[in-house]
């Protein structure tokens, strides 16, 4: 079964600040694909990101960054400069490519982001 | 396009009392979700379904049942109500099974 885990349950920084939101994922599978998920105050789930597990090239999308190392099962997220607007809850995902585990969404616990003014 | 729209945004029922859940994307998407949110434990899948006219247990789907009405369309029904399915619950569609889901705004439901 996969499972994921997201081992910092909140983190608290002052604006401007840089944070690394931290994940690791457990698979036997050789074909799957990593999520980050932004929930806001409000509620709804923001999609932010999709890697496959055949390309590990970092990605940069303005602030935010994602550091895909399958050596270490890690898809870690970092918050450059990080603003109050970022203050949310930040989850990880995994979905299994193959057989049972297809098409079914496993989600970390989630990280408390708060960002002080 | 409104994305994907759940009904209702709220709702108290009494253990026992039955209810559908319903959830509705209008981005033509093949597969649709339904998970369930409590506290400190992310979102669990209570059912899925690949595409129109098939449907598969997630997780946690024991006290649910779901209809995949047509293509839009993906409900989830609470037969007989229990406290423990004091939730928040999010329905959420996807072009295909391996892409990325896009999240309705969710049901908070209390049952007392």
């Known amino acids: 079964a996969q499972k994921v885990t997201q081992a910092q349950t909140e983190i608290s920084v002052v604006e401007k600040e840089d944070v690394t939101l931290d994940c690791v994922y457990e698979?036997?599978?050789?074909?799957?694909?990593l999520f980050w998920y932004k929930q806001p105050p409000s509620g709804e789930l923001v999609f932010l990101i999709r890697?496959?597990?055949?390309?590990?090239q970092n990605e940069i999308s303005g602030r935010y960054s994602w550091n895909f190392q399958k050596s270490t099962s890690s898809f870690n997220f970092t918050i450059t400069a990080s603003q109050v607007v970022d203050s949310a809850v930040y989850f990880c995902?995994?979905?299994?490519?193959?057989?049972?585990?297809?098409?079914?969404?496993?989600f970390g616990q989630g990280t408390i982001l708060t960002v002080h003014p | 396009n409104a994305g994907v729209t759940q009904t209702p945004k709220f709702q108290v029922l009494k253990t026992g009392q039955s209810m559908t859940l319903q959830c509705a994307q209008d981005?033509?998407?093949?597969?649709m979700y339904w998970y369930r949110q409590d506290p400190g434990m992310g979102l669990r899948l209570i059912y899925y379904?690949?595409?129109?006219?098939?449907?598969d247990k997630g997780e946690v789907p024991n006290g649910y049942n779901v209809s995949r009405l047509n293509k839009r369309e993906f409900s989830l029904r609470l037969e007989s109500a229990a406290p423990s399915q004091t939730s928040v619950y999010f329905c959420?569609?996807?072009?295909?099974?391996?892409?990325?889901?896009?999240f309705g705004p969710g049901t908070r439901l209390t049952v007392t």
């Open positions: 959420a569609s996807s072009e295909l099974s391996a892409y990325e889901q896009y």
């Open positions: 698979t036997r599978d050789t074909t799957y694909y």
């Open positions: 890697r496959n597990s055949f390309d590990e």
């Open positions: 995902a995994f979905l299994g490519a193959g057989g049972t585990s297809y098409g079914k969404l496993t």
């Open positions: 981005m033509n998407h093949n597969s």
């Open positions: 379904s690949a595409s129109e006219g098939t449907t």
